[in-house]
């Protein structure tokens, strides 16, 4: 069975543009789960999406936002960036939404670089 | 709310020998599952083991053993006979049951620099 699935796997903006990261779970996992890595803060939960709902969403601002799509695929979006949005963002996907648990299962994560 | 704790920033260990890797949490609800994950340089987060708050034995998995004391609140990992490849970040993650869907709660993580 494939893993999770992440692209791109790096990527170089500037301040002020967005981005749209992807994120293809494992087969038959519906829900999808996004985290924010830096060498500041750690590890931190941005949002679940869980049978194209979100169930709930970290402490990040609006800027910050997903959705999923019906084949569980799920998509986040960062506008206007920020120098502080770079970060390694990892997704992870689970049979069962994250309020349980159910192992989560992570991708190889995005680079993001902001400059 | 939950917090993880992982007092060892780094640690080195000779191959072959046993490490294990400290992991205290904080929660009051009663029902959660604890994970540890592996995390080599390219960045994947790599799960290892999971023990589940009511379970009554100790997780294994392979080289992985997980040392659940409940009354302290502890979840340590234990590998044994240490190989090279072990070498990486090591996070000490929690869940909870409760629906709350908050997600995954890691500690700071502990980088095992494993040396020939």
């Known amino acids: 069975k494939a893993g999770v699935t992440q692209t791109p796997r790096y990527l170089i903006k500037t301040r002020g543009q967005q981005v749209t990261l992807s994120c293809s779970p494992i087969?038959?996992?519906?829900?999808v789960s996004w985290y924010q890595q830096t060498p500041g803060q750690g590890l931190q939960f941005l949002f679940e999406?869980?049978?194209?709902?979100?169930?709930n969403k970290g402490n990040f601002p609006g800027r910050f936002s997903g959705r999923q799509f019906s084949n569980s695929r799920s998509e986040m979006n960062v506008s206007t960036l920020e120098l502080g949005d770079s970060a390694l963002y990892l997704c992870?996907?689970?049979?069962?939404?994250?309020?349980?648990?159910?192992?989560?299962?992570f991708g190889p994560g995005t680079r993001l670089l902001v400059l | 709310a939950q917090k993880i704790t992982q007092t060892q920033p780094g640690m080195f260990v000779q191959e072959k020998e046993a490490v294990t890797l400290d992991c205290t949490y904080d929660?009051?609800?009663?029902?959660?599952?604890l994970f540890w994950y592996k995390q080599p340089s390219s960045g994947e987060m790599i799960f290892l083991i999971y023990?589940?708050?009511?379970?009554?034995q100790n997780a294994t998995e392979g080289r992985y053993s997980l040392n659940f004391q409940k009354a302290r609140k502890s979840a340590n990992l234990v590998i044994s006979a240490s190989q090279l490849g072990d070498s990486a970040m090591y996070f000490c993650?929690?869940?909870?049951?409760?629906?709350?869907?908050?997600?995954?709660?890691f500690g700071k993580g502990t980088h095992l620099i494993i040396q020939p």
């Open positions: 992870a996907s689970s049979w069962r939404t994250s309020g349980s648990t159910e192992t989560q299962y």
């Open positions: 087969s038959g996992h519906r829900s």
């Open positions: 023990q589940g708050s009511y379970d009554q």
């Open positions: 929660t009051s609800d009663p029902s959660y599952g």
């Open positions: 993650a929690m869940s909870l049951s409760g629906g709350g869907a908050d997600g995954l709660t």
């Open positions: 999406y869980f049978s194209e709902t979100q169930r």
